[in-house]
Protein backbone atom coordinates (compact mmCIF):
# COMPACT_ATOMS: atom_id res chain seq x y z
CA UNK A 1 0.00 0.00 0.00
CA UNK A 2 1.43 3.01 -0.83
CA UNK A 3 0.82 6.75 1.00
CA UNK A 4 0.79 10.22 0.12
CA UNK A 5 2.90 12.11 2.68
CA UNK A 6 2.66 16.20 3.10
CA UNK A 7 6.27 16.69 2.47
CA UNK A 8 5.88 20.30 1.61
CA UNK A 9 3.72 23.36 3.10
CA UNK A 10 3.59 26.75 1.54
CA UNK A 11 1.31 29.97 1.37
CA UNK A 12 0.81 33.46 -0.25
CA UNK A 13 -0.81 36.20 1.67
CA UNK A 14 -0.84 39.57 -0.14
CA UNK A 15 0.04 42.29 1.73
CA UNK A 16 -2.97 44.94 1.21
CA UNK A 17 -4.82 44.97 3.92
CA UNK A 18 -8.60 45.90 4.73
CA UNK A 19 -10.00 46.56 8.51
CA UNK A 20 -13.17 46.40 9.70
CA UNK A 21 -13.32 50.00 10.46
CA UNK A 22 -11.97 50.71 6.74
CA UNK A 23 -14.39 48.24 5.34
CA UNK A 24 -17.32 50.78 7.50
CA UNK A 25 -16.58 53.81 4.78
CA UNK A 26 -17.83 51.43 1.73
CA UNK A 27 -20.75 49.86 3.22
CA UNK A 28 -22.95 50.34 6.20
CA UNK A 29 -21.25 48.48 8.82
CA UNK A 30 -19.11 48.24 11.67
CA UNK A 31 -16.69 46.72 13.62
CA UNK A 32 -18.62 45.45 16.20
CA UNK A 33 -21.36 44.05 14.29
CA UNK A 34 -18.50 41.81 12.18
CA UNK A 35 -16.33 40.52 14.75
CA UNK A 36 -19.24 39.62 17.17
CA UNK A 37 -21.16 37.50 14.34
CA UNK A 38 -17.89 36.57 12.12
CA UNK A 39 -15.12 36.57 14.25
CA UNK A 40 -13.20 38.60 10.99
CA UNK A 41 -10.99 41.74 12.12
CA UNK A 42 -9.33 42.43 8.75
CA UNK A 43 -9.32 40.78 5.21
CA UNK A 44 -6.50 40.82 2.25
CA UNK A 45 -7.19 42.30 -1.24
CA UNK A 46 -4.97 40.64 -3.81
CA UNK A 47 -3.12 43.08 -6.30
CA UNK A 48 -2.25 40.13 -8.08
CA UNK A 49 -3.78 37.54 -9.86
CA UNK A 50 -4.99 34.25 -8.60
CA UNK A 51 -2.21 32.50 -10.43
CA UNK A 52 0.62 34.88 -8.85
CA UNK A 53 -1.01 33.94 -5.28
CA UNK A 54 -0.89 30.21 -6.12
CA UNK A 55 2.61 30.40 -7.76
CA UNK A 56 4.34 31.80 -4.88
CA UNK A 57 2.89 29.29 -2.67
CA UNK A 58 3.35 26.45 -4.64
CA UNK A 59 7.46 27.75 -4.41
CA UNK A 60 7.28 27.70 -0.86
CA UNK A 61 5.62 24.32 -0.63
CA UNK A 62 8.32 22.89 -3.06
CA UNK A 63 11.28 24.62 -0.85
CA UNK A 64 10.00 23.26 1.83
CA UNK A 65 9.76 19.86 0.83
CA UNK A 66 13.49 20.27 -0.90
CA UNK A 67 12.18 18.48 -3.96
CA UNK A 68 12.92 20.03 -7.64
CA UNK A 69 9.83 21.25 -9.54
CA UNK A 70 11.24 18.52 -12.81
CA UNK A 71 10.03 15.94 -10.58
CA UNK A 72 5.95 16.72 -9.96
CA UNK A 73 3.84 14.87 -11.98
CA UNK A 74 0.35 16.91 -10.92
CA UNK A 75 -0.58 20.71 -10.48
CA UNK A 76 -3.40 20.50 -8.79
CA UNK A 77 -5.80 23.63 -7.80
CA UNK A 78 -8.62 24.34 -6.49
CA UNK A 79 -10.27 27.52 -7.18
CA UNK A 80 -13.30 28.99 -7.72
CA UNK A 81 -11.71 32.40 -9.00
CA UNK A 82 -9.30 31.47 -11.68
CA UNK A 83 -7.13 33.53 -13.41
CA UNK A 84 -8.10 32.13 -17.03
CA UNK A 85 -10.86 29.05 -18.02
CA UNK A 86 -9.09 28.25 -21.29
CA UNK A 87 -5.88 27.77 -20.79
CA UNK A 88 -6.65 26.66 -17.42
CA UNK A 89 -4.67 28.17 -14.43
CA UNK A 90 -3.02 25.44 -13.34
CA UNK A 91 -1.05 25.86 -16.90
CA UNK A 92 0.30 29.12 -15.91
CA UNK A 93 1.29 27.47 -12.49
CA UNK A 94 2.84 24.38 -14.00
CA UNK A 95 4.91 27.36 -16.02
CA UNK A 96 6.06 29.54 -13.54
CA UNK A 97 7.06 26.69 -10.80
CA UNK A 98 8.62 24.81 -13.50
CA UNK A 99 7.15 21.99 -13.06
CA UNK A 100 7.71 20.99 -17.23
CA UNK A 101 5.63 18.09 -18.64
CA UNK A 102 3.57 17.70 -15.51
CA UNK A 103 -0.67 17.07 -15.18
CA UNK A 104 -2.17 20.75 -14.77
CA UNK A 105 -5.72 20.87 -13.59
CA UNK A 106 -8.39 23.30 -11.80
CA UNK A 107 -10.79 21.67 -9.72
CA UNK A 108 -13.35 23.70 -8.74
CA UNK A 109 -15.63 22.77 -5.33
CA UNK A 110 -15.89 26.16 -3.59
CA UNK A 111 -14.84 26.44 -0.23
CA UNK A 112 -14.36 22.69 -0.11
CA UNK A 113 -12.19 22.45 -3.11
CA UNK A 114 -8.89 22.07 -1.52
CA UNK A 115 -9.61 18.94 0.68
CA UNK A 116 -11.73 17.49 -2.80
CA UNK A 117 -8.31 17.86 -4.29
CA UNK A 118 -6.07 16.67 -2.08
CA UNK A 119 -8.24 13.50 -1.75
CA UNK A 120 -7.92 13.20 -5.38
CA UNK A 121 -4.20 13.84 -5.47
CA UNK A 122 -3.46 11.38 -3.25
CA UNK A 123 -5.91 8.47 -4.71
CA UNK A 124 -3.68 9.11 -7.66
CA UNK A 125 -0.42 8.34 -5.66
CA UNK A 126 -1.92 5.63 -3.49
CA UNK A 127 -3.09 3.98 -6.96
CA UNK A 128 0.73 4.22 -8.44
CA UNK A 129 -0.08 6.67 -11.45
CA UNK A 130 1.93 9.21 -10.08
CA UNK A 131 4.87 9.70 -7.06
CA UNK A 132 4.18 13.56 -6.59
CA UNK A 133 2.14 16.34 -6.71
CA UNK A 134 1.39 19.97 -5.55
CA UNK A 135 -1.89 20.73 -4.21
CA UNK A 136 -2.93 24.28 -4.49
CA UNK A 137 -5.67 26.12 -2.96
CA UNK A 138 -5.60 29.73 -4.35
CA UNK A 139 -8.47 32.09 -4.37
CA UNK A 140 -9.39 35.79 -5.29
CA UNK A 141 -12.79 36.09 -3.55
CA UNK A 142 -12.66 40.00 -3.47
CA UNK A 143 -12.60 39.93 -7.00
CA UNK A 144 -16.44 38.59 -6.98
CA UNK A 145 -18.07 41.06 -3.97
CA UNK A 146 -20.27 43.44 -4.13
CA UNK A 147 -19.23 46.08 -2.26
CA UNK A 148 -22.82 47.72 -2.16
CA UNK A 149 -24.06 44.30 -0.26
CA UNK A 150 -22.80 44.30 3.32
CA UNK A 151 -23.55 40.78 3.99
CA UNK A 152 -20.69 39.55 1.59
CA UNK A 153 -18.21 42.48 1.46
CA UNK A 154 -17.18 41.88 5.17
CA UNK A 155 -16.66 38.00 4.60
CA UNK A 156 -14.46 36.92 2.24
CA UNK A 157 -10.47 37.54 1.26
CA UNK A 158 -7.64 36.68 -1.14
CA UNK A 159 -4.74 34.58 -0.83
CA UNK A 160 -3.28 31.14 -1.34
CA UNK A 161 -1.67 27.96 0.87
CA UNK A 162 -0.03 24.54 -0.92
CA UNK A 163 1.40 21.50 0.02
CA UNK A 164 3.64 19.18 -1.98
CA UNK A 165 2.53 15.12 -1.75
CA UNK A 166 4.93 12.35 -2.38
CA UNK A 167 4.45 8.56 -2.44
CA UNK A 168 5.96 6.71 0.68
CA UNK A 169 5.60 3.01 2.32
CA UNK A 170 4.31 4.59 5.61
CA UNK A 171 0.99 5.04 6.79
CA UNK A 172 0.89 9.01 6.93
CA UNK A 173 -0.50 11.79 4.66
CA UNK A 174 -4.96 11.53 3.86
CA UNK A 175 -5.80 8.40 5.82
CA UNK A 176 -9.80 9.19 5.62
CA UNK A 177 -11.80 11.02 3.91
CA UNK A 178 -15.55 11.64 3.15
CA UNK A 179 -16.50 14.49 0.08
CA UNK A 180 -20.18 14.71 -0.65
CA UNK A 181 -22.57 17.34 -2.02
CA UNK A 182 -26.14 18.47 -1.46
CA UNK A 183 -27.17 19.35 -4.74
CA UNK A 184 -30.95 20.11 -4.16
CA UNK A 185 -29.91 23.73 -2.18
CA UNK A 186 -27.31 24.43 -4.71
CA UNK A 187 -29.14 27.75 -5.16
CA UNK A 188 -28.87 28.92 -1.79
CA UNK A 189 -25.14 29.94 -2.33
CA UNK A 190 -24.42 30.60 -5.64
CA UNK A 191 -22.89 33.44 -8.20
CA UNK A 192 -25.38 35.12 -10.69
CA UNK A 193 -24.33 36.23 -14.19
CA UNK A 194 -21.41 34.32 -15.03
CA UNK A 195 -20.42 31.09 -17.22
CA UNK A 196 -21.54 29.87 -20.44
CA UNK A 197 -25.41 29.75 -19.42
CA UNK A 198 -25.65 33.92 -19.34
CA UNK A 199 -26.71 35.15 -22.60
CA UNK A 200 -22.42 37.07 -23.29
CA UNK A 201 -24.03 39.24 -26.08
CA UNK A 202 -26.22 41.21 -23.74
CA UNK A 203 -25.05 40.12 -20.12
CA UNK A 204 -28.09 40.72 -17.50
CA UNK A 205 -25.87 43.06 -15.05
CA UNK A 206 -22.11 42.29 -13.28
CA UNK A 207 -22.32 39.16 -11.17
CA UNK A 208 -22.96 38.90 -8.00
CA UNK A 209 -22.16 36.63 -5.12
CA UNK A 210 -25.65 35.50 -3.24
CA UNK A 211 -26.32 33.52 -0.32
CA UNK A 212 -28.48 32.72 2.44
CA UNK A 213 -26.27 33.29 5.56
CA UNK A 214 -28.51 31.61 8.12
CA UNK A 215 -28.82 28.63 6.33
CA UNK A 216 -25.68 27.44 5.61
CA UNK A 217 -24.78 28.71 8.98
CA UNK A 218 -26.63 25.75 10.58
CA UNK A 219 -26.11 23.04 7.51
CA UNK A 220 -22.10 23.81 7.49
CA UNK A 221 -22.44 22.94 11.10
CA UNK A 222 -24.43 19.92 10.59
CA UNK A 223 -22.54 19.10 7.53
CA UNK A 224 -19.12 19.51 9.03
CA UNK A 225 -19.71 17.32 11.99
CA UNK A 226 -21.44 14.56 10.32
CA UNK A 227 -18.82 14.10 7.86
CA UNK A 228 -16.44 14.08 10.91
CA UNK A 229 -18.03 11.55 12.33
CA UNK A 230 -18.14 9.10 9.23
CA UNK A 231 -14.17 10.31 8.94
CA UNK A 232 -13.73 9.56 12.73
CA UNK A 233 -15.67 5.95 12.58
CA UNK A 234 -13.32 5.08 8.77
CA UNK A 235 -10.51 5.49 10.65
CA UNK A 236 -11.22 4.14 13.46
CA UNK A 237 -10.07 7.50 15.56
CA UNK A 238 -11.75 8.24 18.90
CA UNK A 239 -12.47 12.23 19.73
CA UNK A 240 -9.79 12.50 22.46
CA UNK A 241 -7.32 11.06 19.73
CA UNK A 242 -7.79 14.14 17.63
CA UNK A 243 -4.44 16.60 18.52
CA UNK A 244 -5.55 19.32 15.93
CA UNK A 245 -8.68 20.67 13.94
CA UNK A 246 -7.85 22.55 11.09
CA UNK A 247 -12.32 23.37 10.42
CA UNK A 248 -12.92 25.82 7.29
CA UNK A 249 -13.10 29.54 8.08
CA UNK A 250 -15.98 30.64 7.02
CA UNK A 251 -17.35 31.99 10.47
CA UNK A 252 -16.00 31.70 14.37
CA UNK A 253 -19.25 30.65 15.67
CA UNK A 254 -19.12 27.77 12.53
CA UNK A 255 -16.16 26.92 13.74
CA UNK A 256 -16.81 27.23 17.35
CA UNK A 257 -19.81 24.61 17.12
CA UNK A 258 -18.21 21.87 15.05
CA UNK A 259 -15.29 22.08 17.95
CA UNK A 260 -17.79 21.55 20.82
CA UNK A 261 -19.92 19.05 18.92
CA UNK A 262 -16.16 17.22 18.88
CA UNK A 263 -15.37 18.21 21.71
CA UNK A 264 -12.10 19.39 21.36
CA UNK A 265 -10.12 21.91 23.50
CA UNK A 266 -9.64 25.52 22.26
CA UNK A 267 -5.54 25.00 22.13
CA UNK A 268 -6.24 22.07 19.45
CA UNK A 269 -8.38 24.20 17.08
CA UNK A 270 -6.43 25.96 14.26
CA UNK A 271 -8.30 29.85 14.06
CA UNK A 272 -7.02 32.63 11.32
CA UNK A 273 -10.35 33.76 10.18
CA UNK A 274 -9.53 37.27 12.32
CA UNK A 275 -6.81 38.27 10.03
CA UNK A 276 -7.57 36.90 6.96
CA UNK A 277 -12.00 36.51 6.60
CA UNK A 278 -12.99 33.44 4.20
CA UNK A 279 -10.44 33.04 1.28
CA UNK A 280 -12.67 30.08 0.20
CA UNK A 281 -10.83 26.90 -0.74
CA UNK A 282 -7.58 28.48 0.61
CA UNK A 283 -8.74 28.56 3.88
CA UNK A 284 -7.42 25.03 4.98
CA UNK A 285 -4.79 24.91 2.80
CA UNK A 286 -3.40 28.45 4.61
CA UNK A 287 -4.79 27.38 8.13
CA UNK A 288 -2.95 24.12 7.44
CA UNK A 289 0.41 25.51 6.70
CA UNK A 290 -0.06 28.38 10.14
CA UNK A 291 -0.65 25.20 12.03
CA UNK A 292 2.40 23.81 11.45
CA UNK A 293 4.86 27.15 11.63
CA UNK A 294 2.80 27.95 14.93
CA UNK A 295 4.01 24.51 16.52
CA UNK A 296 0.57 23.40 16.55
CA UNK A 297 1.50 20.32 14.61
CA UNK A 298 3.80 18.20 15.75
CA UNK A 299 5.29 15.45 14.56
CA UNK A 300 2.84 12.55 13.74
CA UNK A 301 -0.45 14.58 15.15
CA UNK A 302 -3.76 13.45 13.88
CA UNK A 303 -5.47 16.19 12.34
CA UNK A 304 -9.13 16.52 11.44
CA UNK A 305 -10.11 19.16 8.43
CA UNK A 306 -13.47 19.67 7.70
CA UNK A 307 -15.62 21.85 5.12
CA UNK A 308 -18.89 23.09 3.57
CA UNK A 309 -18.92 25.21 0.27
CA UNK A 310 -21.04 26.02 -2.72
CA UNK A 311 -22.74 23.41 -3.91
CA UNK A 312 -23.71 22.56 -1.35
CA UNK A 313 -20.49 20.69 -1.13
CA UNK A 314 -18.84 19.28 2.26
CA UNK A 315 -15.45 17.30 3.01
CA UNK A 316 -14.02 16.24 6.01
CA UNK A 317 -11.01 14.25 5.99
CA UNK A 318 -7.86 12.99 8.40
CA UNK A 319 -4.62 13.58 8.00
CA UNK A 320 -1.46 12.10 9.77
CA UNK A 321 1.44 13.99 9.89
CA UNK A 322 4.64 12.77 9.43
CA UNK A 323 7.90 13.21 11.13
CA UNK A 324 8.68 16.64 9.88
CA UNK A 325 7.81 19.90 10.62
CA UNK A 326 10.35 22.39 9.66
CA UNK A 327 11.30 23.08 5.99
CA UNK A 328 14.22 21.28 4.08
CA UNK A 329 14.91 24.92 2.47
CA UNK A 330 13.33 28.08 1.91
CA UNK A 331 12.13 30.13 -0.92
CA UNK A 332 12.82 33.18 -1.46
CA UNK A 333 9.47 33.81 -4.28
CA UNK A 334 7.47 36.78 -3.12
CA UNK A 335 4.86 39.10 -4.74
CA UNK A 336 5.85 42.55 -6.67
CA UNK A 337 5.71 44.90 -4.44
CA UNK A 338 1.93 46.60 -3.88
CA UNK A 339 1.94 50.34 -3.58
CA UNK A 340 -1.59 50.64 -2.68
CA UNK A 341 -3.82 49.83 0.25
CA UNK A 342 -6.55 47.37 0.54
CA UNK A 343 -9.28 50.30 0.13
CA UNK A 344 -7.33 51.70 -3.02
CA UNK A 345 -7.19 48.65 -4.59
CA UNK A 346 -11.02 48.01 -4.24
CA UNK A 347 -12.11 51.62 -5.18
CA UNK A 348 -13.34 51.13 -8.36
CA UNK A 349 -14.85 48.12 -8.20
CA UNK A 350 -16.76 50.03 -4.87
CA UNK A 351 -17.31 52.75 -6.96
CA UNK A 352 -18.92 50.91 -9.95
CA UNK A 353 -21.20 48.93 -7.35
CA UNK A 354 -22.91 51.86 -6.49
CA UNK A 355 -23.92 53.18 -9.68
N1 LIG B 1 -23.17 44.77 9.21
C1 LIG B 1 -24.23 45.12 9.97
N2 LIG B 1 -25.40 44.48 9.92
C2 LIG B 1 -25.51 43.45 9.06
C3 LIG B 1 -24.45 43.04 8.23
C4 LIG B 1 -23.25 43.74 8.33
N3 LIG B 1 -22.16 43.44 7.59
N4 LIG B 1 -24.86 41.98 7.49
C5 LIG B 1 -26.12 41.73 7.84
N5 LIG B 1 -26.52 42.63 8.76
C6 LIG B 1 -27.81 42.72 9.44
C7 LIG B 1 -28.93 42.15 8.60
O1 LIG B 1 -29.42 43.11 7.68
C8 LIG B 1 -29.94 41.83 9.66
O2 LIG B 1 -30.63 42.99 10.04
P1 LIG B 1 -32.21 42.95 10.38
O3 LIG B 1 -32.33 42.01 11.57
O4 LIG B 1 -32.53 44.36 10.67
O5 LIG B 1 -32.85 42.40 9.14
C9 LIG B 1 -29.08 41.38 10.86
O6 LIG B 1 -27.78 41.93 10.61
C10 LIG B 1 -28.99 39.89 11.01
O7 LIG B 1 -28.68 39.33 9.75
P2 LIG B 1 -28.39 37.79 9.58
O8 LIG B 1 -28.08 37.48 8.16
O9 LIG B 1 -29.48 37.01 10.22
O10 LIG B 1 -27.06 37.68 10.47
P3 LIG B 1 -26.31 36.39 10.97
O11 LIG B 1 -26.10 36.47 12.40
O12 LIG B 1 -26.88 35.13 10.39
O13 LIG B 1 -24.86 36.58 10.30
C11 LIG B 1 -23.57 35.71 8.45
C12 LIG B 1 -24.73 36.63 8.88
C13 LIG B 1 -22.30 36.27 9.07
C14 LIG B 1 -23.43 35.73 6.94
C15 LIG B 1 -23.84 34.28 8.97
O14 LIG B 1 -25.14 33.89 8.63
C16 LIG B 1 -22.87 33.30 8.41
O15 LIG B 1 -21.72 33.31 8.74
N6 LIG B 1 -23.35 32.35 7.59
C17 LIG B 1 -22.54 31.23 7.13
C18 LIG B 1 -21.37 31.64 6.30
C19 LIG B 1 -21.74 32.07 4.95
O16 LIG B 1 -22.87 32.07 4.56
N7 LIG B 1 -20.71 32.47 4.20
C20 LIG B 1 -20.86 32.81 2.85
C21 LIG B 1 -20.84 31.60 2.07
S1 LIG B 1 -19.29 30.87 1.86
C22 LIG B 1 -19.00 29.55 2.92
O17 LIG B 1 -17.90 29.49 3.31
C23 LIG B 1 -19.97 28.55 3.28
Not at 69 to 79: E, Q
Not at 136 to 160: H, K, P, Q
Not at 163 to 182: F, S
Request: a negative charge.
Amino acid sequence: MSYAHITGWGKCIPPARISNDEISQLVDTNDEWITSRTGIKSRRVSHVSTAELATVAAKHAIACAGIDAKDIDLVLLATCTPSTMVANTASLVQKNIGAIGAAAMDTNAACSGFLYAMQAATAQIQAGMIKKAVVIAAERMTWYVNWDRRDSAVLFGDGAGAVVLEAADTPAGLLGTKTGCDSEDRDILHITNFGSDIDKYSPAGPSDLLFEGREIFKRAVKGMSEACDDVLTQANLSLDEIDVLVPHQANLRIIQAIQHRLKVDDEKVMVNIGEYGNTSAATIAIALCEAVEQGLIKPHANIMSAAFGAGLTWAASYIKWGDRVKPIAISDATLPPCEQSGLELVAAAAAACKQ
